[in-house]
């Protein structure tokens, strides 16, 4: 069993990955540490984990853990990543993983220095619903794909909430712009050639709240809009030649609803729904993430492929600037 230890006692830990981890065939959270002992002592309690660590520095320096899973805020991610790594742990990062594409160069040297594996936690790559839309797309099913389009929205005003705060990290694009970019790109193995995008900021945070992008890969683009401040939605869909695939509940799987595809024809007068009913996307990342630890065969995000998502959000930001085309 990978041991893994948590740093931090943030929601998204425990509430969704934490229980993934302790739900998972092949690893296990034997430590959970915080800036707050009290804090990683209760959550630790709560889970049944057996250590609890009053700094990042005792858990990493512990015999207990093997992995260390880290959900701080965005700009602390590069910084505890190295340091991580270089105590001979592996890394789950939660996305995004840096702020700048040339600042994951330095999580790939840590990597490579200390012969340790390092990704980031993008638990949409080992969901079936997404592994589903990249074959359907390979095998043909909608002919020669043209167009792909997205939306993700929620309302969050809370100027406590990391995601309002410019220092931590915050922003509409780091947070969420991040799904229809890296999905697109994992389903198609393209990558973006130049973006125009209007985005939009908070007159109070100063973080980023909306943008609205369109990309070119060569042979299909990409359009999508994102937002921290409209009401709540998630929409994938990709139009081709022969017909179109919707993705029901793209990111946050059976949370905002079902975890379905639509697959229609050229006509819309027939149609195929594949449905994955508890697909458990976090344990499912905590499980590969363990066995590529192990040197397993296993299909993960790697760094380099992490690099070429940020790249794409720095062009969203650079596009946003000017009027026309930003090339990635």
Same mark, same amino acid.
């Given at each position: 069993m ?9 929601? &998204?830990?425990r509430e969704?990955?934490? !229980?993934? &981890?302790?739900?998972a065939?092949?690893?296990?959270v ?10 990683? %002592? ?6 049944s984990? !057996? ?7 005792e858990?990493?320096? $512990?015999?207990?853990?093997d992995a ?6 965005? =700009? ?8 991580a790594?270089?105590?001979?742990k *592996?890394?789950?990062?939660?996305k995004?993983?840096?702020?700048? =594409?040339?600042?994951i ?5 840590? #990597? ?5 594996l ?5 638990m949409?790559?080992?969901?079936p ?11 043909g =099913?909608?002919?020669?794909l043209? @167009?792909?389009q997205?939306a993700?929205?929620?309302?969050? #005003?809370? !100027? ?13 694009l780091?947070? &969420?712009?991040?799904?229809p970019t890296?999905?697109t ?15 939009? %900021?908070?007159?109070d ?15 299909f /683009? ?8 409209? =009401?709540?939605?998630q929409?994938?869909?990709? *139009? ?5 695939? /919707? ?9 905002w609803?079902a975890e379905?595809?639509?697959?229609s024809? %050229? $006509? @819309?007068? /027939?149609?195929?729904?594949?449905r994955?009913?508890? $697909?458990r ?5 905590? /499980?590969?993430?363990a066995?590529a630890?192990?040197?397993?065969a296993?299909?993960?995000?790697s ?10 959000i ?8 000017k ?6």
């Open positions: 990978l041991r893994f230890g948590i740093m931090s006692t943030a929601k &998204i830990g969704l990955v934490v !229980p993934a &981890i302790q739900d065939e092949n690893c296990v034997t430590a959970i540490a915080s800036r707050d002992l009290g804090k990683a %002592r209760e959550m630790a309690d709560r889970f984990v !057996p250590h609890a660590f009053g700094s990042y520095e858990m990493l320096a $512990s015999d207990k853990i260390v899973y880290i959900p701080l805020p965005t =700009a602390q991610h590069v910084e505890w990543t190295i340091k790594a270089d105590a001979g *592996h890394v789950l990062c939660e995004p993983i840096a702020l700048k =594409a040339d600042e160069d330095s999580l790939i040297a840590a #990597r490579d220095r200390n012969k340790v390092v990704t980031e936690a993008y949409v790559t080992y969901a619903v997404w592994l589903k839309v990249r074959q359907l797309i390979k095998d =099913a909608i002919g020669t043209l @167009h792909v997205g993700f929205t929620y309302f969050n #005003r809370d !100027p406590g909430n990391m995601r309002n705060i410019p220092e931590l990290g915050g922003g509409a780091p947070d &969420i712009g991040v799904y890296i999905t790109r994992f389903v198609t193995g393209e990558e973006p050639r130049r973006v125009q995008a209007v985005t939009r %900021r908070d007159p945070f100063g973080t980023d709240i909306y943008s609205s992008v369109k990309a070119d890969f060569g042979g /683009e990409l359009s999508f809009y994102i937002s921290t401040q409209m =009401a709540n939605r929409i994938m869909v990709f *139009h081709g030649s022969e017909g179109f695939i /919707e993705v029901k509940s793209p990111f946050n799987a059976d949370r609803g379905e595809i639509e697959l024809n %050229r $006509s @819309h007068n /027939e149609s195929t729904t594949f994955f009913p508890d $697909s996307q976090y344990k499912r990342e905590a /499980e590969a993430f066995r630890a192990k040197g397993e296993q299909e993960i995000v760094l380099e492929s992490s690099k070429l998502s940020q790249a794409f720095d062009a969203i930001y650079r596009a946003s600037e009027d026309g085309w930003e090339t990635v």
